[in-house]
C-alpha cells in the first residue's frame, strides 16, 4: 500500500500499488483528456466521504471528466464519545476549510473576524495543483463551494499561483468572515454553474445567490431538494452542457497558444500559409534580393497590437529583425 498516494480518484494506481485505497494514480495524471476538476469536500466531510457521495455525478460525467478529491486539512474535534479505535475512524473523520471560532467550530450564517486553519487549506491547494496538477476547473459542494468562490476572486485579482478555467459550485455562499472581504472586490470572469437547492436548511436559495453577484458568466440550476449534489433531472443535462461548453473553450485555447510564440515582452502568433502563389509585388521583392517571408510579415503588420499602444512600424522592425518565419501580433502584452 502507497501511504504517500493521498489523493483520492476514480481508479487505483497500479505502479505503487494503492489499488484499495483508490487513489489517483500520479504516474499517469497528464494522459487522460478528459476535463480534471479538483473537487472541495463540504464541511464535515472528507475527500472520501465525498467522493462515495458523488457515485452518481461521477458515473454521470464520466465521459466528460476526471474527478480527483482531496480532504480539507484541519481536521474538526471529534465529540469526547468517539472511539480513536473505531476501524472506520479515517473514514469517518471530519475536516474544514477553515473554522469561525476559537474553538474550532463553522457557522456559514454568522459574521466572524476568525478564519482559523484558512492558510493550511490555501496551502493545500497549492501544493495539490504543483504536485498533481494542472487542473481545469474545481468543484466545490458547500463549505467547499465556499472556498471555490473565494478561489475566484483571488484568481481575478492575480493573487494564486496557479491557474483553473471554470467552477462548479453547488449549495455555496458568500463567506461572512471578516479578513475574506478582500476576495470579492473582484467579480471573477471564469465561466461558473452554480446549483443550489430551493428547500436547502442548511445552505439558504439567497445565501447561494448572493454568491452569484461575485461572477459575471453565470450559469445556474435549480432543484427542489435541500442540501446534496443533485444528479437527475434538468440537473444532470445542467453538468454535461456546461462541461461540454467548457471543453470546446479550453481546446480552442490550447491550438491558439500551440500557435504562439515567444519575442522579448511580446506574444506572437504564428500565420498559417495559404499555399497561394506569391503576387506580383513579391516576385519584384524576390528579384531584388528580398525575402518573400520578410514581405508577408511586412503585409501582415500589426493588426492586434495596436490596442496596447505599439505602432504598426515598431512593430514591423521587430517582426523583420527576431524571425523570417510568418507571424502574427498577438493582443496581449505580457
Known amino acids: 500500500m502507497a501511504r504517500n498516494c493521498k489523493y483520492i480518484m476514480e481508479t487505483g494506481c497500479e505502479k505503487c500499488g494503492a489499488k484499495e485505497n483508490n487513489v489517483i494514480d500520479r504516474h499517469n495524471v497528464n494522459k487522460n483528456k478528459l476535463l480534471r476538476i479538483l473537487c472541495l469536500h463540504g464541511y464535515g466531510q472528507n475527500g472520501e466521504v465525498f467522493r462515495r457521495k458523488l457515485g452518481g455525478v461521477r458515473k454521470l460525467l464520466k465521459k466528460n471528466a476526471e474527478l480527483i478529491f482531496v480532504t480539507a486539512p484541519n481536521k474538526i474535534p471529534p465529540p469526547e464519545e468517539h472511539s480513536v479505535t473505531d476501524e472506520n475512524a479515517q473514514i469517518n473523520d471530519e475536516y474544514a476549510w477553515w473554522f469561525t471560532t476559537e474553538n474550532r467550530m463553522f457557522d456559514a450564517k454568522k459574521p466572524s473576524d476568525i478564519c482559523l486553519g484558512f492558510e493550511n487549506s490555501l496551502a493545500l491547494i497549492e501544493k495539490t495543483f504543483e504536485e498533481l496538477g494542472p487542473f481545469d476547473g474545481l468543484l466545490g459542494f458547500s463549505q467547499g463551494a465556499g472556498f471555490v468562490g473565494i478561489l475566484c476572486g483571488m484568481q481575478q485579482s492575480n493573487w494564486l499561483k496557479y491557474e483553473f478555467s471554470f467552477a462548479i459550485l453547488v449549495g455555496g455562499f458568500k463567506s461572512q468572515c471578516h479578513p475574506h472581504l478582500n476576495y470579492y ?150
Open 185 to 334: 472586490l473582484k467579480a471573477s470572469s471564469i465561466p461558473s454553474l452554480h446549483v443550489y437547492g430551493e428547500n436547502d436548511k442548511v445552505i439558504s436559495r439567497e445565501m447561494s445567490e448572493l454568491l452569484l453577484e461575485q461572477f459575471s458568466h453565470v450559469e445556474i440550476s435549480v432543484h427542489p431538494g435541500g442540501h446534496y449534489v443533485p444528479a437527475t433531472g434538468p440537473q444532470k443535462q445542467s453538468y454535461i452542457s456546461f462541461l461540454e461548453d467548457r471543453k470546446r473553450e479550453i481546446e480552442i485555447e490550447n491550438r491558439k497558444k500551440a500557435k504562439q510564440i515567444q519575442v522579448g515582452s511580446y506574444t506572437l502568433e504564428r500565420v498559417e500559409d495559404s499555399g497561394s502563389e506569391p503576387s506580383e509585388d513579391d516576385r519584384h521583392a524576390n528579384s531584388q534580393g528580398g525575402d518573400h517571408s520578410d514581405s508577408v510579415c511586412k503585409e501582415k503588420g500589426v493588426m492586434k497590437a495596436d490596442k496596447e499602444g505599439i505602432s504598426k512600424q515598431t512593430s514591423r522592425k521587430m517582426m523583420d529583425s527576431n524571425t523570417h518565419e510568418d507571424i502574427e501580433v498577438s493582443s496581449s502584452r505580457i
